[in-house]
């Protein structure tokens, strides 16, 4: 009787790394089309005499597994963050101000509408398109009081967007917290501003 072969270690790895060889353009490929994209734009400011706001623009196609998430009922949450720095040559960057916006996205199915609800404002829509394109917008908010801002100085207005996980429910962040589906987030080019606001017109109390 003919005792096993034992396998040869050496010839046992090289065709393990043929292997993965072989798969990984496959699974690099399924990675790259579930990944996505969020472009954003430039952060637009508006000085007001009361204070500094920032309106806010992302764009991105909903990924499949988020529109099946959230037609099963899962709402999704937008996370957008803008604060305001000022540079120091002598030191690390000061956070002025800072605020920021969450904005929930969520599919009623009796009545076939998506509800986009930012604090208590709420508003419905007949399509998917409709409410993304509100999610994508952030229109001025408010980031720093005027009293915390000096005349003449430069500051720079930075931020960032993204699909906020931990406000899903607890077994939910667990199973797709590595899923490059849910990892949608991007951060805005930053802008430079002088602050110089118009003077208030307000009349004296």
């Known amino acids: 009787m003919t005792p096993p072969q034992v396998p040869d270690p050496a010839r046992r790895r090289g065709l393990i790394t043929l292997g993965l060889a072989a798969t990984a353009p496959l699974w690099l490929a399924c990675a790259t089309v579930r990944a996505?994209?969020?472009?954003?734009?430039?952060?637009?400011?508006e000085q007001d005499s009361d204070g500094l706001y920032?309106?806010?623009?992302?764009?991105?196609?909903?990924?499949r597994a988020l529109e099946d998430a959230l037609h099963r009922g899962i709402p999704l949450y937008f996370l957008t963050q803008v604060s305001v720095v000022r540079g120091r040559w002598w030191w690390f960057d000061e956070k002025v101000a800072s605020a920021q916006m969450l904005t929930r996205l969520l599919y009623q199915p009796l009545l076939e509408t998506y509800r986009v609800s930012t604090g208590a404002l709420q508003k419905n829509y007949?399509?998917?398109?409709?409410?993304?394109?509100?999610v994508q917008h952030v229109l001025h908010l408010k980031v720093a009081e005027a009293k915390d801002?000096?005349?003449g100085l430069a500051y720079q207005v930075q931020g960032s967007f993204e699909l906020?996980?931990?406000?899903?429910?607890?077994?939910f962040q667990i199973n797709v917290g590595s899923q490059a589906d849910?990892?949608?987030?991007a951060?805005?080019?930053p802008t430079?501003?002088?602050?110089?606001?118009?003077?208030?017109?307000?009349?004296p109390g």
């Not at 920032?54 to 990924?63: D, E, G, I, M, Q």
């Not at 849910?182 to 987030?185: A, S, T, Y």
């Not at 430079?192 to 307000?202: C, D, I, Y």
Request: charged content about 10%; cysteine-free.
């Open 126 to 134: 007949g399509t998917l398109e409709e409410a993304l394109n509100h």
């Open 36 to 45: 996505a994209t969020v472009d954003a734009q430039p952060l637009s400011v």
């Open 149 to 151: 801002l000096h005349v």
């Open 164 to 171: 906020d996980l931990s406000q899903l429910p607890r077994p």
């Open 54 to 63: 920032a309106s806010a623009t992302v764009v991105f196609a909903l990924p």
């Open 187 to 189: 951060d805005f080019p």
């Open 192 to 203: 430079r501003f002088v602050w110089n606001p118009p003077q208030s017109t307000a009349s």
């Open 182 to 185: 849910w990892q949608l987030q």
